[in-house]
Structures are given as structure tokens and as C-alpha cells.
């Protein structure tokens, strides 16, 4: 007859086998250990979020729902809200403007219009350079330097081009095709035959804009065209495919990814533009956007509080198009 004897609570088992509760409980400390040593690391991350991020937000809002001047910025502190009297009164100001919703819908048609044209054409450098030829590199190198380049150098590149007085532009156009002298910066509008009239300035601001951050799209797509296997190209030829069917089957599928980071990261950019615009025209000639606005509330009117509530609604906006974006990734990544 055999007996057993049970090994008394909260001791080693014979042969060396560990007590179930005793197990559990050294493995829910390790884990809570674990735990710890994670959040420390975390910890600084944390740290700048909240201080980088989080209070700037905080200070903007409750300076946005005072009624504060330029001078008494100085005295202004994060909890001074506690005993001041908040409104919305900052949001009915710059909403209530005459001209708040034509400076929206620049900006937006700035945004739009500058980021598509800077895709198409990074897109096209991109397949432009994909086939070897004499001297690729050097053309690939000079097709960087819009972006390398200073904005305050490109600005002025520009607009010594482009000036009615001493531009070569204007001399070209006026020996060539008997062209008056345009003032590309500082005339808003222009009639052309076929066409009628055209926004000047503001088209040449988008110009400017394409030109300056093509090459940010063509760096992008032409590592992205690198990854396409050759055999997808091979195999649509022997299928007798064109080279537009080409592109559509095989090349746009595989850069769709890619583009719909760069269209969100340029449309966020371009629609917080203040660099380019103020440095090509001031803001003048019908190319006053959002942030330009925001400048002109701030040091033209001196009125913080209305700069902080027009800068949240553009952060608005903003969200609104972050929130698009992740939820089409969301999807695509679940298909």
C-alpha cells in the first residue's frame, strides 16, 4: 500500500517542483516589476508630452476665452483663469469678420492645391528618373535643391525673377510676346484671353510652393518605385499591357500608401504655411490665410486672445483631417 504526503502550505513540492500559489505569486511580482521598470522609461516621454504639448494647449485655450492685450502677456499665468472672466467672446471676433470665411477657403484651396501639384510633380521626377541614363544622378541632385535651398533665398530668387522693374521674366515676356510688365507678387488679379480672370498673386504663391516642396515627394516615391518587383513589370508586358495600364495596375497600387502619408504631412504643412506667403507677398494681394490672420491679430492688433482662438480653429481643422486620415488607414489595413 502506497501513501502520500502532501507537502505543507507555502513549501517547496519534493524534487524540486514549486507550489502553485507560491509560483503565481513570484510571477505577479515580476510582472508588476516588469511594470514599473516600464513606466519609469515611459516616464520622460511623459514628461515632454505634458510640458511640450499638453500645457502650451491648455495655455492657448484659456487665453483665447480672456480678453487679454500684447503687454499683458507678461502677467498672464496658467491658473490666472480662476479668477478671470472667460467667453467665447475671442470666437465671435474673428468668426465675425467680413473676410473669415474667404481666408478660410484660401487657405484650404492653398492647401489643396499646393500639395497636389507638389505630389504630381514629385511623381513625375520620380518615374523620370526610375530608367538609368547619362548623368542621372548629377539631374537627380539638382532636382533637391528647391528643397535644400533656404526659404529666404528661394523667396528672393523669386522675387527678383519675377519683379515688374529688373526681372528677366518680364524682359523674356515682353521681347518674346509683347507682354506688359506684371507684377507677379503684388497684382491680385489678371485677365488672359481664353481663360479670364486669374488670381496672380495667389497663383504664383502656389507656384512657389509646388516648385519649393516637389522634391520632398520625389525622394519618397522614387524609394518606394525602387521596392516594385521588376517581374510584376515583366509579366504585364508579356501580357501586352500599355505603359499607362502599366502605371495604373501595378505602379499606382504599390504608391498609394506612400502618397496618402505625403498628401496628409503637405496639407497639414501647407495649410499652417506662414514662412512662404509672408515672405513672397506680406499676406497681401488676396493671399491673406489662416496664419497670416493669426500674425496680424497678434502684432498688427495687438489682441493675443483673438490669435489664440483663431489659431484653435485652425487646429480644428487640422483634426478634422487627422481623423479622416486614420480612420481610411484604419480600413485599408483591415481589407
Known amino acids: 500500500m502506497t501513501t502520500t504526503t ?42 515632454a508630452t505634458v510640458v511640450l504639448v499638453v500645457l502650451p494647449v491648455l495655455w492657448n485655450v484659456t487665453i483665447s476665452l480672456q480678453s487679454l492685450r500684447l503687454i499683458e502677456l507678461r ?50 521626377a520620380a518615374l523620370a528618373m526610375r530608367r538609368p541614363f547619362r548623368g542621372r544622378a548629377a539631374v537627380k541632385a539638382l ?19 519675377l519683379s515688374p522693374q529688373y526681372g528677366v521674366v518680364n524682359a523674356w515676356g515682353q521681347d518674346w510676346f509683347g507682354w506688359s510688365r506684371v507684377d507677379f507678387f503684388g497684382q491680385q488679379n489678371i485677365d488672359l484671353p481664353l481663360v479670364g480672370t486669374v488670381p496672380l498673386a495667389f497663383s504664383t504663391v502656389i507656384a512657389f ?33 500599355t505603359i499607362t495600364q502599366q502605371f495604373r495596375h501595378v505602379t499606382f497600387p504599390a504608391l498609394r500608401g506612400v502618397l496618402a502619408v505625403l498628401f496628409l504631412l503637405r496639407f497639414i504643412w501647407n495649410f499652417n504655411d506662414f514662412t512662404n506667403i509672408y515672405l513672397l507677398t506680406g499676406g497681401g494681394a488676396g493671399t491673406r490665410v489662416i496664419s497670416i490672420e493669426i500674425y496680424e491679430w497678434l502684432i498688427g492688433r495687438s489682441n493675443p486672445g483673438a490669435a489664440a482662438a483663431l489659431s484653435l480653429i485652425l487646429a480644428a481643422v487640422m483634426l478634422v483631417v487627422l481623423t479622416v486620415y486614420v480612420r481610411w488607414q484604419a480600413r485599408r489595413d483591415q481589407t
Open 143 to 161: 532636382l533637391l535643391v528647391p528643397y535644400v535651398l533656404p526659404v529666404v533665398a528661394a523667396a528672393f530668387v523669386w522675387r527678383t525673377m
Open 75 to 124: 502677467n498672464f499665468t496658467p491658473f490666472g483663469f480662476l479668477q478671470a472672466e472667460l467667453g467665447f467672446d475671442n470666437f465671435r471676433l474673428v468668426t465675425g469678420q467680413r473676410e473669415f470665411w474667404s481666408t478660410v477657403g484660401r487657405t484650404v484651396v492653398y492647401a489643396l492645391l499646393g500639395t497636389t501639384l507638389s505630389l504630381l510633380l514629385g511623381v513625375w
Open 6 to 47: 502532501q507537502a505543507p502550505p507555502g513549501s517547496d513540492r519534493p524534487g524540486g517542483a514549486t507550489h502553485p500559489g507560491k509560483r503565481d505569486r513570484k510571477l505577479s511580482l515580476s510582472r508588476r516589476r516588469e511594470a514599473r521598470f516600464a513606466y519609469l522609461l515611459l516616464l520622460p516621454a511623459i514628461l
Open 209 to 241: 510652393e509646388a516648385w519649393r516642396y516637389f522634391p520632398f515627394a520625389f525622394i519618397f516615391v522614387y524609394a518606394r518605385l525602387q521596392a516594385i518587383p521588376k517581374h510584376l513589370y515583366e509579366a504585364a508586358t508579356i501580357d501586352g499591357a
